[in-house]
C-alpha cells in the first residue's frame, strides 16, 4: 500500500536548498562576467536547482512525485519572496519564480520515469 503523504520536511528542505544554490551561482556569475550574464544566469540556474533537488526529494516519496517537485520550486520561490519582502521585483525575477515550479515538476517527472523503469515487471 502506497503512503500519500507528503514529505514535508523533504520539501522544504529541498526548496531551502536549491534557493541556497541559486544564490551561489548567479552573484560569482556577476562579479566574474557581469550584468547580462548574471541574468541569464538566474533563469538557468531558477530552473536547473529545483529539478536537482525535486528528484532528490522524489526519489523519496511513495507517490505524487510531480507534486513533491513542484513544491520544492514553490518553497524556493516563496524562500525569494521572502528575503526580497517590500521590495520590486522585476518581470524577469517573476519569471525565474515560474521556472523554479517547473523546473521543480520536471524533475519529480523525471523522478517517476525512473521509479517506474525500476519497478519489476510481474508475470502471471
Known amino acids: 500500500m502506497k503512503s500519500t503523504s507528503l514529505r514535508w520536511g523533504r520539501v522544504v528542505v529541498g526548496g531551502f536548498l536549491a534557493e541556497l544554490l541559486v544564490f551561489a551561482i548567479v552573484f560569482p556569475v556577476l562579479y566574474v562576467f557581469g550584468q547580462r550574464a548574471f541574468l541569464a544566469s538566474i533563469l538557468v540556474a531558477s530552473a536547473v536547482m529545483p529539478f536537482i533537488f525535486a528528484i532528490w526529494v522524489a526519489r523519496h516519496a511513495e507517490s505524487r512525485l510531480v507534486l513533491h517537485g513542484a513544491l520544492v520550486g514553490v518553497v524556493a520561490a516563496l524562500i525569494y519572496t521572502g528575503v526580497a519582502w517590500g521590495q520590486p521585483q522585476p518581470l524577469l525575477y517573476k519569471i525565474a519564480h515560474g521556472l523554479k515550479v517547473v523546473g521543480g515538476a520536471a ?10 523503469a525500476v519497478r519489476p515487471v510481474m508475470e502471471f
Open 107 to 116: 524533475g519529480g517527472v523525471v523522478a517517476s520515469r525512473r521509479k517506474l
